[in-house]
């Protein structure tokens, strides 16, 4: 089954314990992305991949780091994760991003809830 | 800088009804538009997209209308089911190399209610 698996799916943790969001994709994408979703913010993105070894920020990115050595894994790392990040977490994959029509769309995990105390 | 603006925030609609949700953008490079339909505890997942060469495009219930020259488009829902109870997010992006970023808009809570 075509999949995009995000672990954990829950998460609380304590103020500057660096922690790690594991995401992996089964359908040999190229393009890979994490999110943030807040109320009333929407789907925020915090980086994203063209492909392995290449990364860039999104909208987001401070205190957040990625890396993304193998095609099918994007972990997402929180260094010194704090409160303001207690969020819902998304990892998405595509085909492609540039190519246009179907290969454009996006597969999403099913999140990461992740609380900082 | 908010690209892509959605409206409304929430939406209630009886069974049976029309659903309406509008997006407005103002980057006029993008060129694909898809809606993600999220239930709750799932990700999104795309429901329909449309490329701004068309006006619109139906699939079953579900019609997105595009008005290039306004910026606008919007996802209407027919015949409104208490299934399709979810929050819609309109997106945007721009086609061709070196362009990769899907950008969201906030997002509308649909309830139908029976």
């Known amino acids: 089954e075509a999949q995009v698996t995000q672990n954990p799916r829950y998460l609380i943790t304590v103020t500057g314990k660096k922690l790690t969001v594991t995401c992996s994709q089964n359908m040999n994408h190229e393009y890979m992305s994490w999110y943030r979703q807040d109320p009333g913010l929407g789907l925020r993105q915090i980086y994203y991949?063209?492909?392995?070894?290449?990364?860039d920020k999104g909208d987001v990115p401070e205190g957040y780091k990625v890396s993304r050595k193998e095609k099918r894994n994007f972990p997402l790392i929180l260094e010194s994760p704090s409160p303001n990040q207690t969020s819902l977490y998304f990892c998405?994959?595509?085909?492609?991003?540039?190519?246009?029509?179907?290969?454009?769309?996006?597969?999403f995990g099913q999140g990461t809830r992740l609380t900082v105390v | 800088q908010q690209q892509v603006k959605q409206s409304p925030q929430s939406l209630i609609v009886q069974k049976g009804g029309i659903s309406i949700i509008n997006c407005a953008y103002e980057?006029?490079?993008?060129?694909?538009f898809p809606w993600y339909q999220q239930f709750p505890g799932k990700g999104p997942a795309l429901l329909i997209a449309?490329?701004?060469?068309?006006s619109e495009k139906k699939e079953g219930r579900f019609t997105i209308s595009f008005n290039k020259s306004a910026k606008q488009f919007s996802l209407h829902i027919m015949d409104s089911q208490p299934g399709d109870s979810a929050t819609y997010f309109c997106a945007a992006s721009i086609s061709g190399a070196g362009s990769y970023q899907l950008t969201f808009g906030k997002g509308t809570k649909l309830s139908v209610i029976p």
């Open positions: 980057n006029t490079a993008f060129d694909y």
């Open positions: 991949s063209m492909n392995v070894e290449v990364t």
């Open positions: 998405a994959s595509s085909l492609s991003l540039w190519a246009g029509g179907a290969n454009t769309e996006a597969f």
């Open positions: 449309i490329r701004p060469d068309v």
